[in-house]
């Protein structure tokens, strides 16, 4: 069965320090990975997009990585602010389809001062 | 450049009473248009999808119907609202000749009582 199983299900950092969120997946086979950032009431605003031949992308304080084989990606976030808590989701796109994406339930982060 | 609008942002109902929510897309021509419900704590569901005027096609049966109407236009409607239909609504564009990047609106929040 296609899934994408996201860990923790929450986190509570303190801003300014570092984390890491975690993406397992068993979507096969797959075209792409993406990971999407929704604040509290929003609609989901894309992060990064990695294909199966990419094993890492950055954007800003956000670093994606990917491993294919072992079917895991993480979002590395740096320097954490305040404005980075939200819920972050990753998606797998199931290449048997032209649309269908997969979604995990996402890691609930919290930035605290 | 490309926008997506939802309305209403926030829509509290009875149960058995219809329902209509609007998606539309602006600065880009026959987008593929995608409705999502998202539930607490889980992941984004596929609810319809359409490549075309008047082509809809459903996911996962419900209560829920689809149409579009106009080419950058997709409305999402019930008869009569069930207490399992609250939740927060996303509608989403993809541009038809790129596999890459779904854009979320900015969602509508359905309570039903």
């Known amino acids: 069965k296609n899934q994408v199983e996201q860990s923790p299900q929450s986190l509570i950092i303190l801003e300014g320090k570092n984390c890491t969120l975690q993406?397992?997946?068993?979507?096969?086979?797959?075209?792409?990975l993406r990971w999407y950032k929704q604040d509290t009431g929003r609609g989901p605003v894309s992060l990064t997009i990695?294909?199966?031949?990419?094993n890492t992308k950055s954007n800003g304080r956000y670093t994606a990585t990917l491993d294919a084989d072992t079917k895991q990606s993480s979002l590395h976030i740096t320097a954490s602010q305040l404005s980075d808590s939200a819920s972050y989701i990753c998606?797998?796109?199931?290449?048997?389809?032209?649309?269908?994406?997969?979604f995990g339930s996402g890691t609930r982060l919290l930035v605290r001062p | 450049s490309q926008t997506i609008h939802q309305w209403p942002a926030t829509l509290v109902q009875p149960v058995g009473s219809p329902l209509s929510l609007e998606c539309t897309v602006e600065?880009?021509?026959?987008?593929?248009l995608y409705w999502y419900r998202q539930a607490a704590g889980r992941g984004l569901q596929l609810l319809f999808y359409?490549?075309?005027?008047?082509?809809i096609s459903s996911e996962v049966p419900q209560n829920l119907s689809a149409s579009r109407p106009q080419d950058r236009q997709f409305i999402l409607s019930s008869k009569k609202l069930l207490l399992s239909d609250s939740g927060f609504y996303l509608c989403?564009?993809?541009?038809?000749?790129?596999?890459?990047?779904?854009?979320f609106g900015p969602g509508t929040r359905l309570t039903v009582l």
């Open positions: 989403a564009w993809r541009d038809r000749n790129s596999y890459n990047e779904q854009f």
């Open positions: 993406c397992n997946y068993t979507v096969s086979p797959f075209s792409n």
């Open positions: 990695m294909t199966f031949s990419e």
């Open positions: 359409s490549v075309g005027i008047g082509q």
């Open positions: 600065g880009t021509s026959n987008p593929n």
């Open positions: 998606v797998v796109r199931w290449m048997d389809s032209s649309y269908k994406l997969i």
